[in-house]
């Protein structure tokens, strides 16, 4: 079992940034996929982010890709999401999630995710 908690999120204006932190408990965090997800008001869940077990391969939704940043350090079991220059359009609840068949590139295998952050960005 993974336990899986975020923090970070807040209400900040366009073109600044935030970095959210999602801290897992379990000794396999080290060995899985992580990933950020977001929802929006009236809109579906959709993958923003992931990163291997390493660290070493990184994927990104084409929305975010060259402002937002994840990384992972498996001393600390904490995975991150630096996202600069945020939008309006970036506004939404933000879930980590994770699982032993979770794919870093992609939305499969997802079964254990944190309560989620919110992220407001004013215009």
């Known amino acids: 079992q993974v336990q899986l908690v975020e923090s970070g999120g807040g209400l900040v204006q366009a073109g600044d940034s935030l970095r959210l932190s999602c801290a897992a408990s379990?000794?396999?965090?080290?060995?899985?996929?992580m990933g950020w997800f977001r929802q929006a008001p009236g809109k579906e869940r959709e993958f923003v982010a992931g990163i291997n077990w390493s660290g070493g391969s990184t994927y990104y939704t084409d929305s975010v890709k060259g402002r937002f940043t994840i990384s992972r350090n498996n001393a600390k079991n904490t995975v991150y999401l630096q996202m600069n220059s945020l939008k309006p359009e970036d506004t939404a609840v933000y879930y980590c999630?994770?699982?032993?068949?979770?794919?870093?590139?992609?939305?499969?295998?997802?079964?254990?995710w944190g309560q989620g952050t919110q992220v407001t960005v004013s215009s």
């Open positions: 999630a994770t699982g032993p068949t979770a794919v870093a590139a992609g939305t499969r295998g997802y079964n254990y």
């Open positions: 379990g000794r396999t965090f080290s060995s899985y996929a």
